[in-house]
């Protein structure tokens, strides 16, 4: 009877060891995140928590990947080679509507007016001063992206007619600004720091989104890493909202991040008398009524191939308490 009892505490310890790994206190390594990042301010939050420490304080191994441009990015997501980024909701949807599975978890820029600026803004020469003027003067500006649906959301609140708005495809910022400033084009969408750019070389700011957001910049999380890993980007926008308070606390201390990383103009952060801020506030989930808005534009504009709900583009989890 004794052996019996000694040989089922054997098992039982056999199975206790089996059950943790055989050795007691051996933590699971957290799984690895990675973020596209493209050199703009709008990743500056991600680009704190890094140099602060926040991400390997709170537990987490964060890869921040750069990229050059969206397009790259976005193939870097259908590729399940990154798991997160900073975009827009034409972009998530846009994904959604290619099968690839992502979803915006959060706003990052445009919760307040003033933050992710966007400008119209006409050459030096051109003699456009009021918003009236552009009415059938083509725009420079990259279509079907975040630039056009701006353009209209600014110029139909000005009481435009659709038919009223003209458009003309220069994708490329840098090559955009260089049209505006030498008048090959009369006007042109900007986001900051072009924008700003653009006026100090002498360019007429007509409208911009100061007073009115327009549509939001969101991080964007791949489902799958949503659905295996959700503890994972909880943790991620905690290290990214305290980086966010430490933005808000002291933004210049940040400009060397600014100029380094998002490429922003040093000459724009020196100036004393008109030095460009970034604001950022504390994130929450995209509104309803922008994501209603991004659909119904690109549903109009042919760019999606059946309606998408709130559902289908925004994981309210990540945010959860």
Known sequence: MQRSLKFISFLLLITVVLFTGGCAGKEQAPLKIKLGM?????NLPFWVAEEKGYFKEAGLDVE????????????????KQIDGAVGDLLAVAAMQNCGTKVKAVAVA???????????????????????????????????????????????????????EIKKTAIPKLPVRLDAL???????????????????????NLVLDNT???VSPTVVMVRQEALDKNLAGIKKLMQAYTKA??????????????LVEKARVPKQLLDNKEN???????????????????VVKWMVDHKLLKSNLSYQDLVDARVLEK
């Open 38 to 42: 493209l050199p703009i301010a709008d």
């Open 64 to 79: 921040l990947v750069p990229f050059p441009s969206a397009l790259e990015r976005d193939s870097a997501f259908a590729a």
């Open 109 to 163: 820029q445009g919760i307040t007016p003033g933050e992710n600026r966007f400008g119209i803004l006409s050459a030096p020469n051109s003699g456009i001063k009021k918003v009236v003027q552009l009415k059938n003067v083509p725009i420079a500006m990259s279509l079907n992206t975040i630039n056009e649906f701006i353009t209209d959301g600014l110029l139909l609140s000005a009481g435009f007619n659709q038919d």
């Open 181 to 203: 400033l030498n008048g090959t084009v009369k006007a042109a969408v900007l986001p900051d720091p072009f924008a700003t750019l653009a006026e100090q070389s002498g360019a």
């Open 211 to 213: 007073k009115n957001t």
């Open 244 to 257: 966010v308070s430490d933005i808000q606390s002291k933004p210049e201390q940040f400009d060397n991040i």
């Open 275 to 293: 030095k460009l801020k970034f604001h950022f506030s504390q994130p929450v989930l995209p509104a309803a009524q922008d994501v209603e808005k």
